[in-house]
T-cell receptor
Framework: DAGVIQSPRHEVTEMGQEVTLRCKPISGHNSLFWYRQTMMRGLELLIYFNNNVPIDDSGMPEDRFSAKMPNASFSTLKIQPSEPRDSAVYFC?????????????FGSGTQLSVL | GDSVVQTEGQVLPSEGDSLIVNCSYETTQYPSLFWYVQYPGEGPQLHLKAMKANDKGRNKGFEAMYRKETTSFHLEKDSVQESDSAVYFCALGNNNDMRFGAGTRLTVKP
């Protein structure tokens, strides 16, 4: 199994530009999570999908952030417009099961730098 | 709301030393508890878990006991190795949330 695949690995963009992060979960997993990691705030849960349906997006910082899961094998996290304070490592994770108490499998992350 | 508090910052034992990384949690529910480990350039990965009170998670010489009476899940190892160096996250999971602690950087001196 290839594990959770995220792209791009690194993204450098200028303030105001649109950024799209991509994630392919492990085949057969029905839950998908987007996390953001910074030194100041640690690992923050942004949004959680179960069976492609967003269950809880209360962690999404503001309207500039949006996430979609059009099918079981693909999800995107979009930031429009991007700001320097969005700079962080963004992780996607998937799990088999409905509850968040299941074991999570993380991707390698996308390092986002907004200049 | 639910929360997880763990040993802050960095821990610097020497190879062969014993280790305790503290983790305490707050919740009104019946969570599962986890320790995740993160190596440079990678995402966190599950290190060990305990699904209910009095369970003990074990992996690679590390242990953690799910203690409901003290709401704790401390990570322990009798003798650390240089290869154990990484960032360790304590996490709490239940029906409503999956919360991570701030992370503890373990750097084992040779």
């Amino acid at each position: 199994d290839a594990g959770v695949i995220q792209s791009p690995r690194h993204e450098v963009t200028e303030m105001g530009q649109e950024v799209t992060l991509r994630c392919k979960p492990i085949s057969g997993h029905n839950s998908l999570f987007w996390y953001r990691q910074t030194m100041m705030r640690g690992l923050e849960l942004l949004i959680y999908f179960n069976n492609n349906v967003p269950i809880d997006d209360s962690g999404m910082p503001e309207d500039r952030f949006s996430a979609k899961m059009p099918n079981a094998s693909f999800s995107t996290l979009k930031i429009q417009p991007s700001e320097p304070r969005d700079s962080a490592v963004y992780f996607c994770a998937s799990s088999l099961g409905e509850g968040r108490y299941e074991k999570l499998f993380f991707g390698s992350g996308t390092q986002l730098s907004v200049l | 709301g639910d929360s997880v508090v763990q040993t802050e910052g960095q821990v610097l034992p020497s190879e062969g030393d014993s280790l305790i990384v503290n983790c305490s949690y707050e919740t009104t529910q019946y969570p599962s508890l986890f320790w995740y480990v993160q190596y440079p350039g990678e995402g966190p990965q599950l290190h060990l878990k305990a699904m209910k009170a009095n369970d003990k998670g074990r992996n690679k010489g590390f242990e953690a006991m799910y203690r409901k009476e003290t709401t704790s899940f401390h990570l322990e190892k009798d003798s650390v190795q240089e290869s154990d160096s990484a960032v360790y996250f304590c996490a709490l999971g239940n029906n409503n949330d999956m919360r991570f602690g701030a992370g503890t950087r373990l750097t084992v001196k040779p």
